[in-house]
């Protein structure tokens, strides 16, 4: 449902596949066509080219918000790539916060943190390995280093949510739970 870029290196602006079946949320790893960006799906999760900055979906926004229902880009659908057919990418590095990871199997915890990230096969982020090297023995393509355990994310609005600083935490998928991460692709 969100990605919140900390730190950013390079964004990219390409087409979007007119194959892609996928809606593609905000902070889902995307991958390079000859057509275009689609998200990362069975038998493409090898070939991660970045992180989508935009949504393209007809259902629903994938902005970060601390209501549910919050929604933005109405007169377009939801769909930010609706104008251009293009969608920004995130790649070559920057630190990010999102909910769009799988915290199944191998939870995301402190004792996580500092480890690779793989793309599974819904286009988002995976617990891969100790280190690089387990991850490419096993076939699978570095995307990122975990910064910090999935948690609440804080969002600034004053309220009563505890851990926070006293801020209302930012709603969204993985029953509100946020990673941290360092991107390296």
Request: charged share 15%.
């Amino acid at each position: 449902m969100a990605l919140i870029p900390k730190f950013l290196v390079c964004t990219a602006l390409q087409e979007i596949d007119s194959d892609a079946s996928e809606p593609i949320k905000e902070g889902n790893l995307v991958t390079l066509t000859s057509a275009g960006i689609k998200r990362v799906i069975v038998g493409l999760t090898n070939r991660v080219y970045g992180l989508a900055a935009d949504t393209f979906s007809t259902t629903a926004s994938s902005m970060p918000g601390i209501y549910d229902g919050w929604q933005n880009r109405v007169s377009d659908g939801y769909d930010e790539t609706k104008a251009s057919g293009k969608i920004t990418v995130y790649h070559s590095g920057g630190e990010f916060a999102s909910d769009q990871f799988t915290n199944t199997g191998t939870a995301l915890d402190s004792t996580k943190v500092g480890q690779v990230l793989i793309a599974n096969s819904d286009g988002v982020l995976a617990f891969g390995g100790t280190d690089v090297i387990t991850v490419i023995a096993a076939s699978a393509q570095p995307v990122a280093m975990l910064t910090r355990a999935a948690g609440a994310y804080p969002s600034g609005v004053p309220g009563t949510d505890t851990g926070l600083n006293g801020d209302m935490a930012l709603k969204g998928d993985n029953s509100n739970t946020y990673i941290e991460f360092k991107l390296l692709v």
